[in-house]
């Protein structure tokens, strides 16, 4: 299950780079803006929908904390990602508000990028190291792995 994370987490950074590719090729193409951006629209909330599965993914892998909620955390940063869109075209496409306003959407992809980079590194990290996932003294069947999860037994006490 952690390989499929890390697959999971690398085809979203290969997908958000991708996104980027098409919001450059769409501002400097000649066709009319709602046009151009039509590629990067239709892809956004196939990125939203794949980074919930990432994070439903992470919570099944039992990945460390941090790590699932970096991956809920990526699909919060989409969600507004099209807050930032509808406000900017709240205030005019066209006039200063909106443009400013607008920029915030640029600066917000490239939190996800440095977000979902770290992710994808984290994962590699652990997939390579093979640590187990930790779990709760007592969470297992085996009464001795328990013991030795939660630290050394102490000392039996002298007669």
């Given at each position: 299950m952690r390989k499929a994370f890390v697959g999971l987490a690398t085809?979203?950074?290969l997908v958000v780079v991708a996104q980027f590719f098409l919001a450059a090729s769409g501002a400097f193409d000649t066709a009319?803006?709602?046009e151009s951006f039509q590629p990067?629209?239709?892809l956004g909330p196939a990125i939203l929908?794949?980074?919930v599965l990432l994070t439903v993914v992470a919570a099944l892998a039992r990945m460390p904390g941090?790590?699932?909620g970096m991956a809920g955390l990526v699909a919060g940063?989409?969600?507004v990602q099209f807050v930032i869109a509808e406000l900017a075209k709240a205030f005019g496409d066209g006039t200063t508000a909106g443009q400013l306003v607008f920029g915030l959407h640029a600066v917000n992809g490239l939190v996800i990028v440095a977000v979902v980079g770290r992710i994808v590194r984290q994962a590699r990290a652990l997939s390579r190291s093979g640590a187990a996932p930790q779990r709760r003294a007592g969470?297992?069947?085996d009464a001795g792995a328990s013991r030795s999860a939660a630290g050394p037994a102490e000392p039996a006490a002298a007669p």
């Open positions: 085809l979203l950074m009319p803006n709602d990067h629209r239709a929908l794949l980074a941090r790590l699932v940063l989409i969600v969470a297992g069947g």
